[in-house]
């Protein structure tokens, strides 16, 4: 069993900048794929960025050139630093765990990310 805790969502102005974290407790296997997604009011969850344990990253268009995923396989951390956020980018932030070998998938419960205009 995976255990994520997302951190690091706030109220940012347009043009800021905010980190999340993402911390995963239990066994996570080198295998596994992490990723954040976000689900704006009234819209479907989509992938934001994903990274495998070799450092092979995916941007979904919307954020490509402004965030960037990254991952510590010792800690079993997942970052995503969001900068020049724009009122688009707000959403519930969660944090995945792909496990392809299982096809199961684990979420955190999100952290929230609000842009002003």
């Known amino acids: 069993q995976v255990q994520l805790v997302e951190s690091g969502g706030g109220l940012v102005q347009a043009g800021g900048s905010l980190r999340l974290s993402c911390a995963a407790s239990?066994?996570?296997?080198?295998?596994?794929?992490m990723a954040w997604y976000r689900q704006a009011p009234g819209k479907q969850r989509e992938m934001v960025a994903r990274?495998?344990?070799?450092?092979?990253?995916y941007y979904s268009d919307s954020v490509k050139g402004r965030f960037t995923i990254s991952r510590d396989n010792a800690k079993n951390w997942v970052y995503l630093q969001m900068n020049s956020l724009k009122p688009e980018d707000t959403a519930r932030y969660y944090c995945?765990?792909?496990?392809?070998?299982?096809?199961?998938?684990?979420w955190g419960q999100g952290t929230q990310v609000t842009v002003s205009s």
């Open positions: 239990g066994r996570i296997l080198s295998v596994d794929v």
């Open positions: 990274i495998t344990s070799a450092g092979n990253m």
């Open positions: 995945n765990v792909n496990r392809v070998i299982s096809a199961q998938n684990y």
